[in-house]
């Protein structure tokens, strides 16, 4: 539990379900009653959909609040989320990432097993975030990467995820911060300027790729270059408002918020499911038992995700699968595309 938390529990128990806080230039609106929640963010959602302009660091690590994060409630926020959600989240692009997906499984297995072999205690945590990772920076450059290339991502990714807190105090007086913490604002820099570094060379790349088979339509794609990728999809972004196409710095921001966006939260919920399986034995051995069914009865060959016909393995319709494995990925994954 966070140090506030029992501020803020003492303090609706005082004062009420709503606490209104004055930190810094901006109220704080705590509320503790569920009821006044839907009433205020579901019922009258339109009136909280907006955000307010950002700090200074989220700025600058936004690239002006060009992310969907931060992006103000209008059209390019609009714009931008119905990109994602139409053009990499919806079911049929999704299909068409069966082929990364394989690999990903392939690497997370190989890399399970290997470390069981060693003797050293198994991190199946590390392991699902850095096959969640794989898998992200697949559908967002499009290329199956080497893996000093993917560790290269994750470190300037994780770097910059690490030190925003540390960053926060900067959006305090930020003229008076840059003489006081002169340092602490070139660390900033420095961090950003690494991931433009690692990134931007991957766009130009990409876009390069998009370029020659726009000139060559009848070139054959290799299995990756058929894939339709974020970075794909956002160099022929207009911002509506703007009249413009995203510059390398925008997409940047925007890759680098896809990839943390979607790495921690589904390797979260992975390992939720996971602990709960360990802590429920005879869930974990229906849920076995079911795969195990499918896979004899479709003549799945080597207990692989692959069928003897070559079609993609289906759970969907398995009751324990779509209890224990299905329903919390979609309830945290789904997004609308309105």
């Known amino acids: 539990m966070s140090k506030g938390e029992p501020i803020l529990r003492s303090l609706h128990a005082k004062f009420g379900p709503i606490v209104t806080l004055n930190i810094g230039a901006r109220p704080v609106i705590s509320m503790a009653d569920r009821n006044l929640c839907h009433q ?21 690590v936004s690239s002006n609040q060009l992310t969907i994060l931060y992006s103000r409630c209008g059209p390019t926020w609009r714009h931008l989320r119905r990109n994602l959600t139409a053009e990499i989240l919806n079911p049929s692009a999704v299909k068409s990432y069966s082929g ?8 997370l297995q190989n890399r399970l097993e290997s470390q069981a072999k060693s003797g050293c205690p198994v991190f199946v945590m590390e392991q699902f975030r850095y096959a969640m990772f794989c898998l992200l920076v697949l559908m967002c450059f499009g290329d199956k990467l080497d893996e000093n290339q993917i560790k290269k991502i994750e470190e300037v990714d994780h770097q910059l995820l690490v030190n925003l807190q540390k960053f926060s105090i900067l959006n305090f007086c930020p003229t008076l911060m840059k ?13 950003l300027k690494c991931q433009e570094d690692v990134l931007i060379p991957f766009i130009r790349e990409r876009k390069k790729a998009k370029e020659k088979r726009s000139r060559e339509p009848n070139m054959e794609d290799s299995k990756d270059e058929s894939v339709v990728s974020y970075v794909d999809t956002l160099l022929d972004l207009q911002l509506p408002d ?9 997409i940047v921001s925007l890759c680098s918020e896809f990839l943390s966006g979607g790495t ?20 974990q051995e229906k ?7 499918y896979f004899v009865a479709n003549l799945v060959s080597k207990f692989e995700w692959k ?27 789904s997004l609308r595309s309105k």
């Open 287 to 293: 849920l076995f038992m079911e795969i195990k069914g």
């Open 100 to 107: 990364a997906r394989d690999w990903v499984v392939q690497l």
């Open 40 to 60: 205020a963010l579901i019922r009258n959602g339109g009136l909280y959909a907006d955000r307010p302009e950002a700090l200074p660091v989220d700025k600058i």
């Open 264 to 283: 921690d939260t589904t390797t979260t919920t992975l390992q939720w499911i996971m602990a709960n399986l360990v802590k429920y034995p005879q869930i």
């Open 242 to 250: 703007k009249n413009r196409k995203l510059n390398e710095l925008e």
């Open 179 to 191: 003489i006081v913490l002169r340092k602490r604002w070139e660390e900033l820099f420095r961090i």
């Open 307 to 333: 069928a003897v016909d070559g079609d993609d393995v289906d759970l969907s319709e398995k009751q324990e699968f779509t209890m224990v494995m299905k329903n919390p990925l979609q309830a945290h994954l």
